[in-house]
Nanobody, 124 residues
Framework: VQLQASGGGLVQAGGSLRLSCAASGRTFRQYAMGWFRQVSGKEREFVAAISWTGGSTYYSDSVKGRFTISRDNAKNMVYLQMNSLKPEDTAVYYC??????????????????WGQGTQVTVSS
């Protein structure tokens, strides 16, 4: 599976962005998908995950109620809708694929494939 993240940019606090992750490969629908973020000098942080069916979603406490993860298996796409953005959401965002399919894995090491990252900057 190859992943390509896009949709990042500069937005004011309180604004919204939608990140997209395009996946190649016919096995995409077997994978759970996750979004992580990383600030320079810090560890990569779990943001959200979705099971292979799309029926289960998981969020970190810091984004719960503001971000929504979704997927379209017919299009091999995963999305992260980010609302009510805060300056502390500023980071490089990565999409990742997890063969377990459950979406319950929150550690980067549990994900087999990664996209290249897209920068999100939230100004105050």
């Amino acid at each position: 599976v190859q992943l390509q993240a896009s949709g990042g940019g500069l937005v004011q606090a309180g604004g919204s962005l939608r990140l997209s992750c395009a996946a190649s490969g016919r096995t995409f629908r077997q994978y759970a998908m996750g979004w992580f973020r990383q600030v320079s000098g810090k560890e990569r942080e779990f943001v959200a995950a979705i099971s292979w069916t799309g029926g289960s979603t998981y969020y970190s406490d810091s984004v719960k109620g503001r971000f929504t993860i979704s997927r379209d298996n017919a299009k091999n796409m995963v999305y992260l809708q980010m609302n009510s953005l805060k300056p502390e959401d500023t980071a490089v965002y990565y999409c990742a694929a997890d063969l377990s399919g459950t979406g319950k894995n929150y550690q980067p090491l549990e994900y087999e494939y990664w996209g290249q990252g897209t920068q999100v900057t939230v100004s105050s």
